[in-house]
Protein backbone atom coordinates (compact mmCIF):
# COMPACT_ATOMS: atom_id res chain seq x y z
CA UNK A 1 0.00 0.00 0.00
CA UNK A 2 2.53 2.48 0.84
CA UNK A 3 4.88 1.84 -2.81
CA UNK A 4 1.16 2.26 -4.22
CA UNK A 5 0.51 5.64 -2.85
CA UNK A 6 4.08 6.53 -3.72
CA UNK A 7 3.83 5.77 -7.44
CA UNK A 8 0.12 7.18 -7.13
CA UNK A 9 1.68 10.49 -6.17
CA UNK A 10 4.39 10.24 -8.48
CA UNK A 11 1.93 9.84 -11.14
CA UNK A 12 -0.47 12.79 -10.26
CA UNK A 13 2.98 15.15 -9.91
CA UNK A 14 4.02 13.86 -13.57
CA UNK A 15 0.44 14.37 -15.26
CA UNK A 16 -1.80 16.88 -13.18
CA UNK A 17 0.94 20.35 -14.69
CA UNK A 18 0.95 18.57 -18.62
CA UNK A 19 -2.94 18.22 -17.96
CA UNK A 20 -3.62 21.59 -16.86
CA UNK A 21 -1.18 22.90 -19.50
CA UNK A 22 -2.49 21.01 -22.50
CA UNK A 23 -5.98 22.64 -21.20
CA UNK A 24 -4.72 25.60 -21.21
CA UNK A 25 -3.66 25.62 -24.40
CA UNK A 26 -6.79 24.16 -25.75
CA UNK A 27 -8.79 26.52 -24.13
CA UNK A 28 -6.13 29.44 -26.12
CA UNK A 29 -6.21 27.84 -29.32
CA UNK A 30 -10.44 27.20 -29.45
CA UNK A 31 -11.18 30.61 -27.87
CA UNK A 32 -8.44 32.67 -30.75
CA UNK A 33 -10.40 30.31 -33.17
CA UNK A 34 -13.62 31.82 -32.81
CA UNK A 35 -12.01 34.77 -34.36
CA UNK A 36 -12.60 32.95 -37.86
CA UNK A 37 -16.18 33.97 -37.31
CA UNK A 38 -15.65 37.35 -38.49
CA UNK A 39 -14.48 36.53 -42.25
CA UNK A 40 -16.89 35.84 -44.89
CA UNK A 41 -18.60 32.80 -44.81
CA UNK A 42 -16.76 31.62 -48.43
CA UNK A 43 -13.67 32.48 -47.15
CA UNK A 44 -13.60 30.60 -43.94
CA UNK A 45 -10.61 28.08 -43.46
CA UNK A 46 -12.97 24.99 -42.94
CA UNK A 47 -14.83 25.74 -45.92
CA UNK A 48 -11.87 26.40 -48.71
CA UNK A 49 -9.42 23.33 -47.14
CA UNK A 50 -12.85 21.07 -46.40
CA UNK A 51 -11.19 20.34 -42.73
CA UNK A 52 -10.46 22.12 -39.88
CA UNK A 53 -7.15 22.82 -38.93
CA UNK A 54 -6.85 23.75 -34.97
CA UNK A 55 -5.07 26.89 -34.34
CA UNK A 56 -5.70 28.90 -37.56
CA UNK A 57 -7.22 31.35 -35.61
CA UNK A 58 -4.18 32.00 -33.77
CA UNK A 59 -2.12 33.29 -36.86
CA UNK A 60 -5.38 34.94 -37.49
CA UNK A 61 -5.52 37.14 -34.73
CA UNK A 62 -1.61 37.34 -34.80
CA UNK A 63 -1.89 38.79 -37.93
CA UNK A 64 -4.55 41.23 -37.39
CA UNK A 65 -3.21 42.45 -34.56
CA UNK A 66 0.53 43.10 -36.18
CA UNK A 67 -1.13 44.68 -39.06
CA UNK A 68 -2.64 46.78 -36.86
CA UNK A 69 0.25 47.85 -35.08
CA UNK A 70 2.24 48.58 -38.34
CA UNK A 71 -0.58 50.65 -39.55
CA UNK A 72 -0.71 52.79 -36.42
CA UNK A 73 2.98 53.01 -36.97
CA UNK A 74 3.03 55.09 -39.61
CA UNK A 75 1.87 58.95 -40.14
CA UNK A 76 -1.66 58.21 -41.61
CA UNK A 77 -2.19 54.90 -38.97
CA UNK A 78 -1.30 57.49 -35.89
CA UNK A 79 -3.43 60.12 -36.94
CA UNK A 80 -6.30 57.51 -37.33
CA UNK A 81 -5.47 56.20 -34.19
CA UNK A 82 -5.31 60.01 -32.63
CA UNK A 83 -8.88 60.78 -34.00
CA UNK A 84 -10.22 57.62 -32.71
CA UNK A 85 -8.64 57.95 -29.39
CA UNK A 86 -10.36 61.87 -29.36
CA UNK A 87 -13.65 60.05 -30.28
CA UNK A 88 -14.11 57.76 -27.24
CA UNK A 89 -12.84 60.17 -24.85
CA UNK A 90 -16.44 61.97 -25.69
CA UNK A 91 -18.46 59.48 -24.94
CA UNK A 92 -19.19 59.89 -21.13
CA UNK A 93 -19.24 56.34 -19.98
CA UNK A 94 -16.99 54.81 -22.46
CA UNK A 95 -14.39 57.50 -21.99
CA UNK A 96 -13.76 56.51 -17.81
CA UNK A 97 -13.48 52.97 -18.70
CA UNK A 98 -11.65 53.37 -22.00
CA UNK A 99 -8.76 55.83 -20.18
CA UNK A 100 -8.16 53.73 -17.55
CA UNK A 101 -7.90 50.68 -19.23
CA UNK A 102 -5.23 52.21 -22.22
CA UNK A 103 -3.34 53.54 -19.04
CA UNK A 104 -2.86 50.11 -17.53
CA UNK A 105 -2.16 48.36 -21.36
CA UNK A 106 0.59 51.71 -22.07
CA UNK A 107 2.42 50.55 -18.74
CA UNK A 108 2.28 47.00 -19.43
CA UNK A 109 2.57 46.70 -23.19
CA UNK A 110 4.90 49.92 -23.82
CA UNK A 111 8.46 49.17 -24.73
CA UNK A 112 9.52 51.23 -22.15
CA UNK A 113 6.93 50.59 -19.97
CA UNK A 114 7.94 49.01 -16.60
CA UNK A 115 4.63 48.28 -14.45
CA UNK A 116 6.58 46.16 -11.96
CA UNK A 117 10.02 47.58 -10.84
CA UNK A 118 11.36 45.56 -7.88
CA UNK A 119 9.97 42.37 -6.03
CA UNK A 120 9.61 43.78 -1.99
CA UNK A 121 9.06 41.92 1.10
CA UNK A 122 5.87 44.14 2.70
CA UNK A 123 4.47 43.91 6.15
CA UNK A 124 0.69 42.94 5.16
CA UNK A 125 -1.63 42.88 5.96
CA UNK A 126 -0.84 43.51 9.96
CA UNK A 127 2.71 43.90 11.59
CA UNK A 128 4.06 40.15 12.04
CA UNK A 129 2.87 39.03 9.00
CA UNK A 130 4.48 39.53 5.67
CA UNK A 131 4.01 39.29 1.91
CA UNK A 132 6.06 39.61 -1.62
CA UNK A 133 4.42 42.82 -3.14
CA UNK A 134 5.58 44.80 -6.71
CA UNK A 135 7.09 48.39 -6.73
CA UNK A 136 4.77 50.45 -8.97
CA UNK A 137 6.07 53.93 -7.67
CA UNK A 138 5.56 56.38 -5.53
CA UNK A 139 2.47 58.47 -4.55
CA UNK A 140 1.74 61.63 -6.90
CA UNK A 141 -0.49 64.20 -7.75
CA UNK A 142 -2.48 65.14 -4.56
CA UNK A 143 -1.71 62.22 -2.86
CA UNK A 144 1.83 63.47 -2.27
CA UNK A 145 0.42 66.36 -0.15
CA UNK A 146 -0.30 63.64 2.20
CA UNK A 147 1.68 60.84 1.66
CA UNK A 148 5.33 61.96 1.16
CA UNK A 149 6.79 59.99 -1.88
CA UNK A 150 10.29 60.55 0.75
CA UNK A 151 8.03 58.22 3.12
CA UNK A 152 6.06 56.14 1.19
CA UNK A 153 5.83 53.81 -1.74
CA UNK A 154 3.60 52.37 -3.91
CA UNK A 155 2.68 48.70 -4.13
CA UNK A 156 0.97 46.13 -5.49
CA UNK A 157 0.36 42.91 -3.54
CA UNK A 158 -1.12 40.14 -5.69
CA UNK A 159 -3.28 36.95 -4.29
CA UNK A 160 -2.24 33.58 -4.87
CA UNK A 161 -2.50 31.44 -6.50
CA UNK A 162 -4.35 34.18 -9.43
CA UNK A 163 -1.59 37.38 -9.06
CA UNK A 164 -4.16 39.14 -11.55
CA UNK A 165 -6.22 39.76 -8.61
CA UNK A 166 -4.64 41.94 -5.60
CA UNK A 167 -4.54 45.01 -4.01
CA UNK A 168 -2.72 48.63 -4.65
CA UNK A 169 -2.00 50.09 -1.22
CA UNK A 170 0.44 52.50 -0.19
CA UNK A 171 3.07 51.86 2.95
CA UNK A 172 5.90 53.08 4.25
CA UNK A 173 9.59 52.67 2.92
CA UNK A 174 10.79 51.33 6.75
CA UNK A 175 8.28 48.64 6.38
CA UNK A 176 9.50 47.17 3.22
CA UNK A 177 12.10 44.96 2.11
CA UNK A 178 13.84 45.06 -1.36
CA UNK A 179 14.31 40.81 -2.58
CA UNK A 180 17.36 39.78 -4.55
CA UNK A 181 14.91 38.38 -7.13
CA UNK A 182 13.90 39.29 -10.54
CA UNK A 183 9.96 40.12 -10.52
CA UNK A 184 9.24 36.43 -12.98
CA UNK A 185 10.95 34.76 -9.86
CA UNK A 186 8.56 36.42 -7.27
CA UNK A 187 5.58 35.84 -9.64
CA UNK A 188 6.44 31.99 -9.86
CA UNK A 189 7.00 31.73 -5.68
CA UNK A 190 3.52 33.38 -5.68
CA UNK A 191 1.61 31.46 -8.12
CA UNK A 192 2.95 28.01 -6.23
CA UNK A 193 1.88 29.34 -3.56
CA UNK A 194 6.06 29.04 -2.13
CA UNK A 195 6.47 25.72 -3.70
CA UNK A 196 8.47 26.89 -5.76
CA UNK A 197 11.42 28.56 -3.69
CA UNK A 198 13.93 30.82 -6.13
CA UNK A 199 17.48 30.21 -5.41
CA UNK A 200 18.00 31.87 -2.12
CA UNK A 201 20.65 34.91 -2.90
CA UNK A 202 19.93 37.31 -0.01
CA UNK A 203 18.67 40.59 0.15
CA UNK A 204 19.84 43.73 -1.25
CA UNK A 205 18.75 46.33 1.84
CA UNK A 206 17.39 45.87 4.98
CA UNK A 207 14.69 47.73 6.32
CA UNK A 208 15.67 50.85 8.78
CA UNK A 209 14.00 54.22 7.86
CA UNK A 210 12.63 56.23 4.83
CA UNK A 211 16.31 55.69 3.57
CA UNK A 212 16.39 52.08 3.49
CA UNK A 213 17.72 52.23 -0.19
CA UNK A 214 14.98 51.02 -2.30
CA UNK A 215 15.27 53.12 -5.47
CA UNK A 216 11.69 53.80 -7.29
CA UNK A 217 13.77 53.94 -11.06
Not at 116 to 129: I, N
Request: proline share 6%; with cysteine.
Amino acid sequence: MHSLRKWLLSGLLVLVPLIVTLWVLDWVVSTLDQTLQVLPFDWHPDRLLGMHIPGLGVLFALAVVISIGAMASNIIGHRLVNWWHALLHRIPVVRSIYSGVKQVSDTVFSEKGNAFRKALLVSWPQDGMWTIAFLTGTPGGDLAKHLSPKDYLSVYVPTTPNPTGGYFVMVRRDSCIELDMSVDEALTYIVSMGVIVPGARGLKVKAGGPDAGISTT
